[in-house]
């Protein structure tokens, strides 16, 4: 299990414990955090588990394959450098501490 | 002593009570039936179905696998393959593109029904379900006119399994060539003639320039058929069952049509079409004390971890209120379904527009019919009275 802080948009954190192998959009909406939906499941196909990752160490994360790039574009809140597809994101334990930061809107 | 046989009829009738056992008492158990690992707990069917490197698709992701197909369809493939194929057809199926279709869709559920008026008893299975996925496959995918029973018939054929030969019959294999051919008869015709639409398009289509396998093309576009006739068919029938089940459910989604949404992802985790897919492993894991081998079948129970308690409380009741986030009636990971838009916007509209001239209605039958499958959950009947 690794922890996670999701920041919701209008600021409340919440820290999750988060099984290795998970996306980050599915250790948000299997733990009730608000602001992720992940509409597809987790298909890459929705674009509703956009997130800002924490630009100090979003450099730690595997880049987004092409697949996630076109989708980024369908994101509805403004696309920013550490925009990132939650279900793209797999956790593991060098991943501890990670803060997320969600935006006010997915669709 | 316990056992849990995916062929046996009970699994069709009533699975639950048996994946509670799986659950609690062999989390990780070996089918000796099924020749299968069944996972049934929410958390271990989400790690497997996101790990595709571990649990592989390519052997089949049927119990009991159509074996001409694997390795040539969106369900068989692995990334990267898999990810590049289902680049070529997502597109049709995105809310943006299904939002364009909404007044054509309500205006399919609206003929349908109509022509249910002054009745007083309905096979909400045959004479609706049936109707509204085949016309909105057609619309979607591009589908010329056909005899919508007969198709809907032949493509639960293909996702059906036998309880004594425990595997698919040639009535199965028959069922599943006629599709195929059906679909080369309109990927020819949308090869000469095209026509703006999905097969059109990915009759044609290439990855990095090269065309696709004619195998992919023909596999694939047979799988559409499958998953849209017949998954979307029995889920809509599974939902018309819930509704006339909680009567209190139902009278507020006829007060308040904006309930239905909540309806339908509730019904997807209580219980939805779509129970049991398998995978393969590509290496040995051991889980609750099991070691499972590189090369073992695996079964991952979508139907059991939507009702694990450990993550839905209260899990065998149907409640309009849950908004159960993060179940898995559409599976989960890069495979989960590529009809799940299509199926949320054709199930709202198409209860909508029966709700509007039938707001209340139960059904005639105790005892369903379901169908025999390894893998899905169907009433081929569902009478409903319509008070």
């Known amino acids: ?107 | 002593m316990f056992v849990f046989d995916p062929y046996d009829p009970i699994v069709d009738s009533n699975p639950f009570p048996l994946y509670k056992e799986l659950r609690d008492h062999y989390p990780c158990y070996w089918s000796e039936a099924g020749k299968v690992w069944v996972l049934s707990r929410y958390a271990d069917v989400v790690a497997a179905a996101s790990d595709w490197q571990t649990y592989s698709s390519l052997k089949g992701n049927l119990l009991a696998e159509l074996p001409s197909r694997t390795g040539a369809t969106l369900g068989t493939t692995d990334p990267p393959r898999h990810d590049r194929l289902r680049a070529l057809v997502q597109h049709a199926f995105t809310r943006r593109n299904l939002a364009g279709l909404d007044e054509q869709l309500r205006e399919i559920a609206r003929t349908a029904v109509r022509s249910f008026e002054g009745r007083e008893r309905l096979d909400f299975n045959r004479e609706f379900s049936t109707e509204m996925t085949m016309k909105t496959l057609s619309l979607i995918i591009g589908l010329p006119p056909t005899d919508e029973n007969h198709l809907r018939r032949q493509a639960m054929l293909c996702v059906q399994t036998d309880p004594v030969v425990k595997g698919k019959t040639e009535e199965h294999e028959r069922a599943f060539k006629w599709i195929n051919e059906f679909a080369v008869s309109v990927i020819e015709e949308r090869r000469a003639r095209p026509k703006d639409d999905l097969i059109s398009q990915f009759s044609v289509a290439e990855i990095d320039g090269d065309r696709l396998d004619e195998r992919e093309v023909i596999m694939t576009t047979t799988m559409l058929i499958v998953a849209g006739a017949e998954s979307m068919g029995a889920f809509m029938s599974l939902m018309a069952m819930n509704l006339a089940d909680h009567p209190e459910a139902l009278a507020r989604c006829v007060q308040n049509p904006d309930l239905l949404p909540d309806a339908i992802e509730e019904s997807l985790r209580f219980n939805t079409s779509a129970q049991r897919f398998k995978r393969t492993l590509t290496r040995d894991v051991e889980l609750h004390g099991q070691r499972m081998k590189a090369g073992d079948a695996v079964c991952l129970t979508y139907g059991s971890a939507n009702r694990d308690e450990r993550q839905f409380p209260d899990p065998d009741r149907y409640d309009l209120d849950r908004k159960p986030r993060g179940h898995l009636g559409f599976g989960s990971g890069v495979h989960a379904c590529l009809g799940s838009m299509m199926a949320r916007q054709v199930l709202r509209v198409a209860f909508e527009e029966f709700h509007k001239v039938f707001p209340r209605y139960r059904r005639a039958e105790a005892d369903l019919p379901w169908m025999p499958s390894t893998n899905f959950r169907s009433p081929t009947r569902l009478e409903l009275v319509l008070e």
């Open chain 1, 1 to 107: 299990m690794t922890t996670i802080t999701y920041v919701e948009a209008h600021g409340q954190a919440v820290t999750v414990d988060v099984a290795d192998g998970w996306s980050l959009m599915q250790g948000a909406v299997a733990n009730g955090v608000e602001g992720i939906l992940g509409e597809c499941g987790g298909s890459c196909a929705c674009a509703t588990c956009h997130c800002y990752v924490d630009e100090a160490r979003i450099g730690e994360l595997p880049p987004p394959a092409d697949n996630e790039l076109d989708m980024l574009e369908d994101a509805a809140a403004p696309r920013r450098s550490n925009s990132r597809l939650a279900c793209q994101v797999k956790v593991h334990s060098a991943m501890a501490g990670l803060i997320v930061h969600l935006p006010d809107r997915q669709q």
